[in-house]
């Protein structure tokens, strides 16, 4: 029983430590391939976010089964199952604007008409000022 517990720790922290690198990765990626990034983990069926939000949900159901049997308070129930809800719908959220993001990681189609530069919203540049 320890092995598995040490081994399942030990891949939280592997996983831990590879988020950390992606992480970095992510801040220095140019453009393009940052987009690419958070196209994959923001995809709610086969990215990151999908599978935090599942992983979120089991824990939750741990916890209905161990607070019913008096071993956890209900509150740790209630608060993984909060936020189980709140990540599906972040994850919802983000959906609509996931093909935003794949615009921008697809690669740059060559055409004869000049395209204009990109201009900022409204939004960003109140963000400046």
């Given at each position: 029983m320890t092995d598995?517990?040490?081994s399942s720790v030990q891949l939280v922290d592997a996983i831990a430590?590879?988020?950390h690198q992606l992480r970095r990765h992510l801040?220095?990626?140019?453009p393009r391939e940052a987009a690419q990034i958070l196209a994959h983990v923001l995809d709610y069926d086969t990215g990151l976010l999908g599978e935090v939000t599942e992983l979120v949900e089991t824990g939750s159901r741990f916890a209905k089964v161990?607070?019913?049997r008096g071993v956890l308070p209900p509150e740790v129930w209630l608060a993984l199952g909060r936020a189980a809800n709140e990540l599906h719908?972040?994850?919802?959220?983000?959906?609509?604007?996931?093909?935003?993001?794949?615009?921008?990681?697809?690669?740059?189609?060559?055409?004869?008409?000049p395209t204009?530069?990109?201009?900022?919203?409204?939004?960003?540049?109140r963000r400046r000022r």
């Open positions: 598995t517990i040490s430590a590879q988020l801040a220095l990626a140019p161990n607070s019913e719908s972040v994850g919802i959220d983000l959906t609509e604007h996931t093909g935003a993001i794949q615009k921008v990681a697809a690669p740059a189609v060559e055409s004869s008409s204009a530069a990109p201009i900022a919203s409204a939004m960003i540049i």
